[in-house]
């Protein structure tokens, strides 16, 4: 074994040690002792996110640090499982180093592949086969869309259910369709707003978001990258305008708060622009 793989096992059991003494119930952290597998799922998703986004903005330190968090998360699970004896971090590696070997029969077996195609196409025969369906009794398209509704971020969810409907030609004829069901969509929405309860209303803002998805999916682009940037450019631009008010912004006409809009906009467009 080598000596950084022997530094991690050593780290690896020293973070384990301290979450279980955090959980311990003699002198154990309170916080800690209180959680439970579906208190922390927030906690899951919040870091996992986290993570990601230190990993677009390439910021080493923060990688480490956030990667450092979600690895806590899977040992704070792990711990408290252990406890109740359901199971251990030893079956988690296990499990999933088995199923790595496994999964990669072209690495660790005789089979040869030619492309990362075959590479997709061999893992997802094995998957069928560990799920027990094969090629006779395969599931259905509806199940694995239902899948990914109820376990995926909505629109990582919506991009993946529309992909995979569009595999089986079950999509528009042209984009043409989609700009049409877009306006059929927001009139319904318009008329939900003035005619019908909020249930209604939110099923209508839905089926527009789906629609704008599917807008994506025909110009190639990314959809959740796009709603990221208009976040991020959101951010920035309040920012400039916090900065430049030198009371509280209820204090402003809207009239106001527009012009400094405006003048943020311009200003980080004149910033991008120099870097460029």
């Known amino acids: 074994m080598s000596n950084s793989h022997s530094r991690s096992l050593v780290a690896l059991e020293n973070l384990m040690e301290v979450v279980a003494s955090l959980r311990s119930p003699d002198g154990g952290c309170p916080w800690d002792l209180a959680q439970t597998p ?25 990688i480490v640090e956030e990667l450092g968090d979600l690895l806590l998360q899977v040992i704070l699970q792990a711990q408290i499982a252990s406890e109740s ?37 061999n893992w997802e025969k094995i998957k069928a086969a560990e799920k027990g369906t094969n090629s006779e009794n395969p599931p259905t398209l509806a199940s694995k869309m239902s899948r990914y509704a109820s376990t995926l971020p909505p629109i990582t ?12 030609s079950f999509d ?5 369709g989609v700009w049409d069901k877009f306006d059929e969509e927001v009139a319904e929405f318009e008329h939900a707003l003035k005619h019908e309860d909020k249930a209604a209303q939110e099923s209508e803002l839905g089926d527009i978001m789906f ?28 920012a400039k305008v916090e900065a430049a008010c030198d009371r509280p912004l209820s204090d402003y006409p809207p009239e106001e708060l527009e012009a400094l809009w405006q003048q943020a906009k311009a200003l980080l467009a004149k910033q991008k622009s120099k870097t460029l």
């Open 211 to 238: 629609v704008l998805i599917q807008l994506a999916r025909w110009y190639d682009l990314d959809a959740s990258a796009a709603l990221q940037g208009t976040n991020d450019r959101f951010v920035q631009r309040f």
């Open 85 to 121: 004896h359901q199971f251990s971090f030893a079956e988690i590696a296990a499990g999933i180093t088995e199923k790595l070997i496994r999964r990669h029969p072209h690495v660790f077996g005789d089979v040869e592949v030619n492309s990362v195609d075959e590479v997709n196409e």
């Open 38 to 62: 579906q208190t922390l799922i927030p906690h899951i998703i919040e870091e996992a996110y986290e993570t990601a986004d230190a990993i677009r903005k390439g910021d080493k330190s923060a």
């Open 157 to 168: 969810a919506a991009v993946k259910i529309s992909q995979k409907a569009a595999e089986v």
């Open 172 to 176: 528009w004829d042209s984009v043409d």
